[in-house]
């Protein structure tokens, strides 16, 4: 009686067609918009850059 079940479940799964007639598996498509915003939220800024030298650095060379 088990291998039976088992036996149909295989042929029943195994002969399922996922395909869309053209070849091409099809992908799954997004959802979710970037960037990611909450609407209750604070706006919060992002902390200044604090030098980590105490001498200054040249940029142009």
Request: glycine share 0%.
């Given at each position: 009686m088990i291998f039976?079940?088992?036996?149909l479940a295989v042929i029943g799964l195994g002969n399922s067609n996922i395909f869309t007639g053209d070849g091409k598996i099809?992908?799954?498509q997004t959802t979710v918009q970037y960037p990611v915003r909450f609407e209750d939220a604070p706006a919060a800024?992002?902390?200044q850059p604090r030098p980590t030298v105490s001498y200054p650095i040249r940029w142009e060379r």
């Open positions: 039976s079940v088992v036996a099809p992908r799954p800024r992002a902390p």
